[in-house]
């Protein structure tokens, strides 16, 4: 933006992202301690519409277990997997959820593993 300078670094990932403790503190409620908070790339369709693939989402990895409905990063047994996740209450339980209507809504697996929670979702629209 602006004249007179041509920027030669494309980078292809985003390593990290800066935010004041502040607009972590009205995310999440709190700051967590230092390395809970982490980068990951969502890939696939089973999310869309609301994260599309390639979109960086804020994760707490000290979010281990169920602590209400949610996007959460989660391992079914195959893998490191954003889902959301809802509890239907008695007797039904928890289930996990593709925003994609294609993909159908399953029991949360008891061999399951939360792997954090997800807050926020770096869109990075490209123009033209």
């Known amino acids: 933006m602006g004249?007179?300078?041509?920027?030669?670094?494309?980078p292809e990932?985003?390593?990290?992202?800066?935010?004041?403790?502040?607009?972590i503190r009205s995310l999440i409620?709190?700051?967590?301690?230092p390395g809970r908070l982490v980068l990951v790339t969502g890939r696939g369709d089973?999310?869309?519409?609301?994260?599309?693939?390639?979109e960086?989402?804020?994760?707490?990895?000290?979010?281990?277990?169920?602590d209400g409905d949610g996007i959460y990063l989660v391992n079914l047994g195959n893998g490191q997997q954003i889902k959301r996740l809802v509890d239907y209450g008695k007797p039904k339980g928890i289930y996990v959820h593709s925003d994609n209507p294609?993909?159908?809504?399953?029991?949360?697996?008891e061999e399951r593993v939360i792997a954090g929670k997800v807050y926020l979702?770096?869109?990075i629209d490209r123009f033209g």
């Open 29 to 33: 409620g709190h700051v967590p301690s």
């Open 121 to 123: 979702r770096n869109r």
């Open 56 to 66: 960086s989402l804020l994760v707490d990895t000290g979010v281990t277990s169920f």
């Open 46 to 54: 089973s999310m869309m519409p609301t994260i599309q693939p390639g």
């Open 13 to 23: 990932v985003i390593r990290a992202v800066d935010y004041t403790q502040q607009y």
């Open 102 to 109: 294609a993909y159908p809504a399953i029991p949360f697996p």
């Open 3 to 10: 004249g007179g300078m041509i920027n030669d670094d494309y």
